[in-house]
């Protein structure tokens, strides 16, 4: 399980699906819908890949230990991001 701290949590979401990470919003195109964006900040010009992000992770760390098509939990609730499954 991964903390995922609590500066900004989206109370009552919950999602296991996929996990894209990307470093620019440019690594966000074309990957589809329903996943679970892993970016290490954002600012406007992510808000075109929050519309078809299932959960939107950007804490310090996560980028290290979750890669691309892993299955992740986001519990916002309890403000927890965790892998499922690697892939």
Do not use: C
């Amino acid at each position: 399980m991964l903390e995922a701290g609590r500066r900004l949590v989206v109370r009552g979401l919950m999602h296991t699906k996929p996990a894209h990470v990307a470093q620019t919003p440019e690594q966000g195109t074309n990957i589809g819908t329903g996943y679970v964006l892993i970016a290490p900040s954002t600012d406007p010009g992510w808000i075109p890949l929050f519309l078809h992000a299932a959960a939107v992770v950007n804490v310090a760390g996560m980028m290290d230990k979750i890669s691309n098509h892993m299955s992740v939990t986001v519990d916002g609730d309890r403000g927890v991001v965790e892998i499922v499954r690697s892939s």
